[in-house]
């Protein structure tokens, strides 16, 4: 049977909020016209983002052990073969669903040309570059610089790549930037080996992404199609713009690259939400919001900041994300696909946060800088990806010397994606913290979650969104939603009728509202749009209420048009529930550190309307596992009367 791995879910997958593109913001081409680009951009020769290989004042700055890291980490690849990327392997994706494996055996070669780039830098004895020549030469001679899983951007689909027809994804525009910047730093050290090599590098970024970017405006990403977009946008653009400015020397197409990429970047800025909600999570705002301000940092610093739109209030706000929907250490908020536990890069937080001169956002990544110890030695997760690396080594200083202050927002609503959170107390992670969603059924990354939410206690999670697995050819296929942590009935929401949410734009909430004062914060929806006709639902009123450091308060109230099944109430927890045969209408739920006593929390139910069920979900995935251990448990409150009306109220306590 065909692959449903089709350009097209990809598309729906992938859908950002439901607003036209007739109500795009032109940020930058409406601000800047191409004759505009023309007269202040910077010539490949003029711009100098950063000290070239032997320059006085450049890489001798660095504190020693930070240099020593680099250093290091480069002699550990000294000899090392390149690992070998078979087509067997390539092809997994399509015969099994494989796609980690090639990823990591593409990724390897990159980290390990990305170290030994650097170590040269550091030392500049040019003790590494014969190595990095080898590298340079075998990612050069790869048949495809993207990943399986991204082939439906080629015409002859799934399988091997056509190298015929380049196609530009994720990783073969990051692949460029990283070929762009070995390129600026050690072209001449590699003429010495050859010219052949240099000349390899602006042949194959030319081939594989300049020219096709340039002559094409059919890939989705680019938005110019109306296609939905996502974080693809802005992190692809920020590569191949990073290619430009590097490497194209024809000044006419250098400049109509340039405003090309800003007319795609406005096709994100267009349809982004204006209170700055990123509905990939924040595990996602990294290459979404993040990867926007790797594109404008770039166009000001090649414009001598004449390309500037930080100060406006949209930009701020997307920046602001990623600290509104931190809950504590390395916890955020995590709906849809995101994980629980998000590592960030301190060195772009703050960054951003400088741009757009927020104090609160460089004081969190002062924090997070602290927390992870960075700057102590290097950031792992930014090998191979050079345009995060590069910057970062230059503020990592700054980060470290600013005061450091963790963003414990009281409270938090972002009304266009319909996200909410708020804490028991202000700045502080102490006590009970809520987030809640509506939305609808087609987000980014969507999972059918309209109307979910969870609790955290003290910092720590209680009752969970369990996120996703591992990537597999299922993920983004017309089976995504086989997946049971898609599935509206492994989420923190009701079974109606035997029936779960459905997916697609038109299964959402209604009547989304928000409020908080000094004693409660709460979110009401009714959700019953989220379910199909079968669930023969007409009415389901949900309001979830922060008591400040009292209590969470469900409280619900529906009507059906009848009732074939009994109602079910889910609840999603990582800690270990218990059901006493004497203490009716409580579940005790173990606190993190004590999971065998039963002591903790306790939810309260009115035992004379539902059953209990508890059922353990054993975890075999490598993520999820990673996340949340070895079981989740749903714990199932079923109703036993089937009246068509109804309320009830569920609470939880410490």
């Not at 003029?46 to 890291?69: A, I, M």
């Not at 970017?213 to 713009?241: A, C, K, Q, Y």
């Not at 898609?486 to 209604?510: D, I």
């Not at 209420?545 to 969470?552: E, P, T």
Request: charged share 25%; hydrophobic share 35%.
């Amino acid at each position: 049977m065909k692959i449903f791995y089709t350009l097209f879910f990809i598309f729906y997958i992938f859908v950002l909020p439901g607003k036209s593109f007739a109500d795009e913001r032109k940020l930058l081409s409406n601000e800047y016209s191409l004759n505009d680009v023309q007269n202040i951009l910077l010539g490949v020769d003029e711009w100098h983002p950063y000290p070239k290989y032997g320059e006085n004042n450049g890489w001798d700055r660095f504190p020693e052990d930070l240099r020593k890291t680099h250093i290091s980490l480069g002699e550990q690849q000294l000899g090392k073969p390149w690992t070998f990327l078979p087509a067997t392997v390539f092809l997994e994706f399509q015969r099994t669903g494989n796609r980690s494996n090639y990823e990591s055996l593409a990724s390897s070669r990159r980290g390990q040309l990305s170290k030994l780039v650097l170590a040269e830098i550091f030392e500049q004895k040019q003790r590494f570059i014969d190595d990095i020549v080898n590298g340079v030469w075998a990612i050069c001679e790869e048949t495809y610089w993207g990943l399986p899983a991204h082939l439906s951007l080629q015409k002859a689909g799934f399988g091997l790549p056509d190298v015929i027809e380049p196609t530009v994804d994720l990783v073969a525009a990051e692949t460029a930037n990283l070929l762009a910047w070995t390129y600026y730093f050690l072209g001449e050290e590699l003429d010495k080996v050859s010219p052949l090599v240099s000349q390899r590098i602006e042949y194959e970024i030319d081939r594989r992404i300049l020219t096709p970017n340039f002559t094409r405006d059919d890939f989705w990403w680019m938005g110019f199609e109306g296609n939905h977009i996502n974080n693809w946008n802005p992190w692809v653009n920020s590569n191949w713009l990073t290619c430009v400015l590097l490497i194209e020397k024809d000044k006419d197409r250098r400049d109509r690259a340039v405003y090309k990429i800003m007319k795609s970047l406005d096709k994100f800025i267009g349809i982004y939400p204006q209170d700055g909600g990123c509905d990939e999570g924040p595990a996602y705002w990294p290459r979404a919001g993040g990867s926007l301000f790797d594109c404008l940092d770039l166009l000001a610093s090649a414009s001598n900041n004449k390309i500037n739109i930080f100060d406006d209030p949209l930009i701020k706000n997307i920046a602001a994300f990623i600290y509104r929907a931190y809950i504590n250490k390395s916890y955020f908020i995590n709906f849809a696909d995101a994980p629980p536990r998000v590592s960030v890069e301190p060195a772009h937080i703050y960054r951003f946060g400088k741009s757009i001169n927020d104090s609160t956002m460089m004081r969190f990544a002062g924090f997070c800088a602290n927390y992870q110890s960075n700057g102590k030695g290097y950031s792992p997760r930014s090998y191979g990806r050079l345009n995060r690396h590069l910057p970062a080594l230059f503020v990592t200083q700054e980060v470290n010397a600013i005061q450091p202050r963790e963003p414990n927002i009281k409270d938090f609503w972002l009304s266009d994606i319909q996200v909410m959170g708020a804490r028991s107390k202000d700045n502080s992670n102490k006590g009970f913290y809520l987030a809640a969603k509506g939305g609808h059924n087609a987000e980014s990354h969507n999972h059918n979650d309209v109307g979910n939410f969870i609790v955290y206690y003290d910092g720590e999670p209680l009752l969970i969104d369990a996120g996703s697995a591992v990537y597999t050819k299922t993920t983004f296929s017309d089976q995504r939603y086989t997946l049971w942590f898609t599935q509206s009935g492994y989420h923190n929401l009701p079974l109606l009728n035997g029936v779960m949410q459905k997916n697609g734009r038109e299964f959402a909430v209604a009547n989304a509202r928000y409020h908080a004062d000094d004693d409660k914060a709460w979110f009401f929806a009714d959700i019953a749009g989220a379910y199909p006709d079968s669930a023969q639902i007409k009415k389901w009123e949900r309001k979830i209420i922060l008591v400040r450091d009292k209590q969470i308060r469900l409280e619900e109230e529906y009507e059906f048009q009848q009732v074939l099944q009994p109602v079910v109430l889910n609840f999603m927890t990582a800690n270990k529930p218990f059901v006493s045969e004497t203490d009716k209408g409580k579940i005790s739920i173990a606190a993190k550190d004590n999971q065998n006593s039963g002591k903790g929390f306790t939810l309260h139910y009115d035992h004379k309307k539902f059953d209990v069920n508890i059922e353990p979900k054993k975890l075999t995935d490598s993520r999820m596992r990673n996340s949340w251990g070895e079981t989740l448990y749903r714990i199932r409150l079923v109703a036993k009367d089937k009246n068509t009306t109804g309320k009830h109220i569920i609470t939880i306590t410490h």
